[in-house]
């Protein structure tokens, strides 16, 4: 092996190359050749000094920030994504609201069960239960169609929220037989909030997207 096949194969190893030579060949020219010697403990110098500097990178944040803050795009699609985020809790909470109902009513209008002083009406409020639990499912399932919904919703806990009261102050019912009906003024504002949402997740980004679309 001659000094120039061997410094060659020496470089191409410091670099992480195939050296196209046999290690033990290689070795045993470095230990005969003191010029090779030499230039590899100064190869691996320069090497080492290479690899171990610091390299400076510009900073860059202000440019990036700027740059977003620029584009309408991007500064008007957080608002939208959070807004359909909050979309989806809401329906997911609709939803839930809906099949806690039905849990409630299928058994008093199927079964009669928890039916005792009066069957008829019992299960004539069970029927409109199953209807508004039907609706609060549909809402969740078709959030635009939500704001339909709401005056009924709102009327109905308006309606049982004052009921309710009047009862209470007079005596004719106790207040533990009307906590149930929060569950109708939770339900409202549950659905009003859908409702909302839906409209602001529905919006488009910009009036020139807008207007682009179709």
Known sequence: MTCDDARAALSARLDGEDPRAAPAVLDAHLGDCAGCRAWSAGAERVTRLVRVRPVRVPDLTEAVLAAVAADPLAADRAPAEAARARRQVLRV????????????ALPILLAGLGVSVDPHTSREMASFDVALAVGFALAAWRPERARA?????????VCLA?????DIANSTTALVHEVGHLAAVVQ?????ALGRASGDADRPLTPALAAGRG
């Open 93 to 104: 909470a609709v939803a839930v609201a809906a099949v806690a109902q039905l849990a409630i």
């Open 149 to 157: 919904f709401v005056p009924v919703a709102l009327v109905l806990a």
């Open 162 to 166: 004052g009921t309710s009261a009047v």
């Open 188 to 192: 409202a504002g549950l659905l009003w």
